[in-house]
């Protein structure tokens, strides 16, 4: 962190200071700093624009500054709405009120167990309680239907962490009434009543990393009404704009990791792949070993895993085959790359490799002076301050919230090896004569398919996610989604598309909407993985087709450019559309619905199926 009373260098320098920030002083410095650089130099750029309103039972003006800047260090730029004290009841639920007029994207719940309404007796029998715990829990979810139902938002509401005292001692461990056993009572009911459009904030878990006392301290509750100790507050605040992040699509989605002494101790090139401290046996073995567990359960949970290493390839390839009690194997990597270059330079190839943005990925290395070079030539990288305790890694990794979720669907969990089979494919081409022998070859199945409930998760998260192909690079919320599902004026459509080296899952989106005789696409996205597979044409075959059920005359296209999505520009030149007007903010194509056909493609298409539950998980 930089001095402190400094500015940090720059917008890099003040999102790397925010992510170490520990205490509420710091936070304040780095909230006047960034002031003065938004007035000096604007924001940097790309930023997504989002509504977050700020409610709760609470005092929220030590909460506002804060959120706002770890929004910024998100990627997204706020305009935020803050509530009254203890108002979030009225102001969620009044459907003319300046709440619902502000259309929020996402509104933020900062509640506490002082919002609690009834408490059970200390003897109450469990049936007692447990019916109390679904009043509370209703009276809590009932202000985010409203909200959602009168501006189609996402809510984050918070857990509760536990009451700091208890009249009853250890006993209250064995007594359902007790209110530290009704808490979290309440908060399991919350995870397993929260529609799919409330997310929570697991201030619970906070509260119990840091230790209450650290979390909330009732001298400021009585004082200001304050719901967290001021040194939590960057916890909080970097937390929601992780969840915030993620909804809107700003997460990462892969981990590059060094290989000596970050995966396991040593260096392999002088100890040998025998020699390397990995496993049962020692203290900072076992370590290593569980860091690497850690870094499994992310992969199973669909965040890729690449290697960027000085080592010679063949040896360190050796040290997972060779030694059993690696918990990582070769196959749990997308991009292996053990070379005796920068390791700027092996992070630019894995994201070539698997076709991700640098803003993608985070790269992982205990070595200070590698941090400081990434840094340096790849600002778009995120890199955690990993220290040498190789103890403390996973909790580094974890603190930074870099792979925050709102769903959690079947495509993420096959991502490795979605990845892979694309590589697959790769090479099926480079081995293949001609394109369409190439596309024949690929045996591709596609599934088309009106938005439906199974999908909506994959459906925004796609849309949050997707860059490259994306001709609008509109960005939608799962609740957004579900409004156009059900809106005749509306047509969607999803694809899903498998081959015979697997199946890719739900790829691409399209959602158009009707104005008088004209249908106009707002978006259309597809996913890099199939990319070049004319799984677009199949797609707007089915729109084709749906556009004469609906009557219309003509389909108006819209693109506009942004630096990444440069690969779109010409799909509707290649559809047959006609350019209209051109600006360097848009272009418009129309094409008239009657005689139009979609190009020539090589996929079995189905608009039958359905998609199965497993979308849901």
């Not at 536990?162 to 530290?180: C, E, F, M, V």
Request: charged content about 25%; overall charge negative.
């Amino acid at each position: 962190m930089t001095a402190a009373g400094s500015p940090p260098p720059g917008w890099p320098g003040i999102f790397r200071d925010l992510e170490a920030c520990r205490d509420f002083a710091t936070l304040q410095r780095l909230c006047r700093a960034s002031a003065r650089l938004e007035k000096t130099s604007g924001l940097p750029s790309p930023f997504v624009p989002a509504r977050i309103a700020l409610v709760g039972g609470a005092t929220l003006d030590l909460v506002a500054g804060g959120l706002r800047l770890a929004l910024l260090a998100r990627g997204i730029r706020p305009e935020i709405h803050v509530g009254g004290y203890d108002q979030f009841v009225r102001e969620m639920t009044d459907a003319q009120g300046a709440l619902a007029a502000f259309r929020p994207n996402v509104v933020v719940v900062v509640n506490t167990p002082f919002n609690i309404g009834s408490w059970p007796a200390i003897d109450a029998p469990r049936e007692e309680v447990e019916a109390l715990v679904r009043s509370e829990c209703e009276s809590m979810l009932r202000p985010c239907r409203a909200i959602h139902e009168t501006t189609g938002c996402e809510v984050v509401l918070n857990t509760l962490h536990t009451i700091p005292q208890t009249s009853i001692g250890n006993l209250g461990a064995k007594l359902p009434g007790d209110r530290r056993n009704f808490v979290r009572r309440l908060n399991l009911a919350l995870g397993d009543a929260a529609p799919p459009f409330v997310h929570l904030n697991d201030v619970a878990a906070m509260a119990e990393e840091r230790g209450l006392a650290a979390f909330f301290d009732l001298r400021y509750w009585y004082h200001a009404k304050q719901p967290f100790a001021f040194d939590a507050v960057p916890d909080y605040v970097r937390n929601t704009a992780a969840i915030a992040g993620a909804l809107l699509g700003r997460t990462r989605k892969c981990v590059v990791v060094d290989l000596d002494d970050t995966l396991w101790g040593g260096i392999l090139g002088d100890e040998g792949v025998a020699g390397v401290d990995v496993g049962a046996g020692s203290p900072r073995g076992e370590a290593f070993s569980a860091f690497q567990h850690y870094l499994k359960r992310l992969r199973e949970r669909g965040i890729l895993l690449a290697v960027a290493s000085k080592n010679d390839d063949d040896l360190a390839r050796r040290a997972f085959t060779d030694r059993p009690e690696m918990v990582l194997r070769l196959d749990d990597f997308v991009a292996f790359e053990a070379r005796w270059t920068p390791k700027s330079d092996s992070i630019r190839a894995i994201a070539a490799q698997v076709g991700i943005g640098l803003d993608s990925l985070v790269f992982v290395d205990d070595n200070p002076a590698e941090r400081a070079l990434v840094r340096k030539e790849l600002p778009e990288v995120a890199v955690p301050e990993l220290g040498d305790e190789p103890a403390d890694f996973p909790a580094i990794l974890d603190a930074g919230r870099y792979f925050e979720t709102g769903s959690l669907t079947s495509e993420d969990r096959r991502r490795t090896e979605t990845y892979k089979s694309r590589q697959e494919a790769s090479d099926a081409r480079a081995a293949a004569t001609d394109m369409p022998s190439y596309l024949t070859s690929l045996e591709m199945n596609a599934v088309v398919r009106p938005f439906e409930e199974v999908s909506l998760p994959r459906i925004a998260q796609l849309t949050n996610k997707t860059n490259q192909f994306n001709l609008t690079t509109r960005r939608v919320t799962p609740s957004e989604v579900d409004a156009m599902a059900k809106d005749p004026a509306w047509i969607t459509r999803s694809l899903r598309l498998a081959d015979r080296m697997g199946d890719h899952g739900l790829v691409a989106v399209f959602f158009a909407r009707r104005e008088g005789r004209a249908l106009v696409v707002l978006g259309w996205l597809m996913s890099c993985r199939v990319i070049a597979r004319g799984a677009e044409y199949a797609l707007f075959e089915d729109v084709l087709a749906a556009a004469r059920g609906m009557g219309v005359d003509e389909i108006v296209g819209i693109y506009r450019p942004t630096d990444r999505n440069a690969m779109a520009k010409d799909l509707y030149r290649d559809l047959g559309f006609t350019l209209e007007s051109e600006t360097p903010e848009e272009t418009r194509w129309r094409l008239a619905v009657a005689g139009a056909r979609a190009p020539q493609h090589y996929i079995r298409v189905d608009t039958t199926s359905r998609p199965t539950t497993e979308d849901r998980k």
